[in-house]
């Protein structure tokens, strides 16, 4: 068998009730839920499995999903299942740090935390993002640099799929030139800022200063950074990638190619949802793909990778 990745997806795939069957279930799990409440003094089971409004508000979404992330990884892990390298999309790089031993889960809650508040506290009135289908990044980075107002590149998802985000108005201008030019699709998303543009430079600049005070540990793994898309082997540059992260865009699908370069032909999604799994199929429909998101996936990804 070739190498595991460990990737840990990003906001918008979080929805009520995720984790629960591992908190009642698994000792592991409850206690990262429990942790994550006792360092934000919020009550993170309660944010994740009972109805609120509050889940879908990034400075809520970012804690409580990193929270089901590691809960999940910690499951695998005790069942002797770990990664050769780790990365997660957006918010789920942090998930990655700390599957591969760089910061604590105590200073990874405090992190995330706060970049969930900054960036809710730096989104600007009329932000908005989009999803481009049907159409090269090159014609999307074109028409994003002719179109007036601040409009870029979020995410290069996978083949196919790439997100724009920035001012409402350059957004829309930019979604119709990109139709004209023979996009299949633009779809708004339902988000609450225009995440992974220069309009959240004030976010990582208050955030660079949270990570000023976190202690990071010696790699157990290497991760992937977004920013990069290249593997990470020194503590260094972690505190700067993370800061630039934030307003820069999330190259997903160049992680993974490069993961896969790199002999990963194994990747295990842990977190609630299937969509970075969708997108790896997507970019390489050779390589195995798991999920763990559901109690009952837990067993089928052991099993599944014990007979690879």
Known sequence: ???????FPGQGSQYIGMGKDFYEKEPV??????KASEVTGLDIPALCFEENDKLNITEYTQIAMLADEIALC???EVRGIYPDVTAGLSLGEY????????ISEEDAFRIIRKRGIYMQEAVPTGGAMSAVLGIGNDVIEKICEETEGTVSIA?????????ITGEAAAVEKAGEALKEA?????????????FHSSMLIP??????KVLEGIELKDFTVP??????????????????LLKMQISSPVKWQQSVEKMITEGVDTFVEIGPGKTLSSFVKKINKEVKVFNVDKYEDLEKCVEGLANA
């Open 1 to 7: 068998m070739g190498k595991i990745a460990f990737i």
């Open 29 to 34: 799990s409850k206690a990262v839920f429990d």
């Open 74 to 76: 910690r499951a695998l």
């Open 95 to 102: 998930g990655a740090i700390t599957a591969a031993g760089i």
């Open 155 to 163: 995410n290069y998802n996978c083949p196919g799929q790439t997100v």
């Open 182 to 194: 023979g996009a299949k699709r633009v779809v708004p998303l339902k988000v609450s800022g225009p």
């Open 203 to 208: 976010a990582g600049e208050k955030l660079e």
């Open 223 to 240: 991760y992937v950074s977004n920013l990069m898309a290249d593997y990470v082997t020194s503590t260094k540059e972690i505190k700067f």
